[in-house]
């Protein structure tokens, strides 16, 4: 068998290796749902690093998951990719009426607002409905005040969003100052939730802020202990003012 641009080819390659290969034979839905995970988040780091080759690689993998997975329900009579492509496509025809009906919109906003209402109409019990429970709680977050957005549950402006964080942040150190330890923590997530929803109206993404800044933190630390070994010194040996040095000297380098 030969590589090939043909979907159908292949469907047809993970149907052989589920039968020849005897790795792939003895793989299940619940052996390999975490490799899923991995794969998106290779994914992501390759778009990140702006890596096009990487990331053509990456959704390579993601559409092997989805047809192994598939070709593994197939198996057991719950569904095959028809049935998955069919799926995704009703269901994008569906929550577009601008597009394929004659439903008229003005701007993306109101693009959103239909689709949650269409959602609603779809059986949904909660414009909350589809997060997942494992989604991570910076991306849920703001997920979550999207979603509440496009039904009009908002701040009409950015300032008062950011009156809220300010009020939050208080709560937060009173919190602190009692010794309050379930407070605080209650509180700190407060304030973490209000800060990304103050992102959110200048389209920043909560998350990818924070995991840009901890590719940051690690550049900057990696260095520091480069430096002290250059010294034949352990981070344990060397005072905060030193590191504090090499900490600038790293951020120059940034």
């Known amino acids: 068998m030969q590589p090939s641009r043909n979907f159908e080819d292949l469907v ?27 794969e998106a988040y290779e994914a992501l780091e390759a778009l990140e690093q702006n890596d096009f080759d990487e990331f053509k690689k990456e959704l390579g993998d993601l559409l092997l998951h989805v047809v192994f997975h598939s070709k593994m329900a197939s198996e057991t009579n719950h569904f095959a990719i028809g049935d998955v492509i069919y799926g995704i496509m009703d269901k994008l025809i569906r929550r577009h009426p601008h597009v394929f009906n004659q439903t008229e919109v003005s701007n993306e906003k109101e693009v959103a607002e239909n689709w949650e209402n269409i959602k609603l109409k779809e059986g949904k019990k909660s414009t909350l409905d589809g997060l997942p429970i494992h989604l991570p709680a910076l991306i849920k977050a703001q997920r979550m005040q ?13 300032e008062q ?34 800060m990304v929803n103050v ?13 840009q800044t901890n590719a940051k933190f690690e550049k900057r630390f990696r260095y520091i202990e480069d430096q002290l070994k250059r010294e034949n010194k352990t981070l344990k040996e060397a005072s905060l003012e030193e590191m504090d040095v090499f900490w600038e000297e790293a951020k120059e380098l940034d």
Do not use: M
């Not at 999207?146 to 950015?158: L, Q, S, T």
């Open 161 to 194: 969003a950011w009156g809220k964080l300010e009020e939050e942040i208080v709560e937060f150190k009173e919190a602190l100052s009692n010794n309050d330890s379930n407070a605080s923590s209650d509180e700190f997530g407060d304030v973490l939730f209000s």
């Open 12 to 38: 047809e390659l993970v149907s052989v290796l589920r039968k020849e290969c005897p790795w792939d034979r003895k793989q299940t839905h619940q052996s390999i749902k975490d490799n899923l995970i991995e």
């Open 146 to 158: 999207e979603k509440a957005a496009n039904v009009g549950f908002d701040w009409p402006d950015w």
């Open 199 to 211: 992102a959110r109206y200048f389209n920043i993404v909560a998350e990818d802020s924070l995991r």
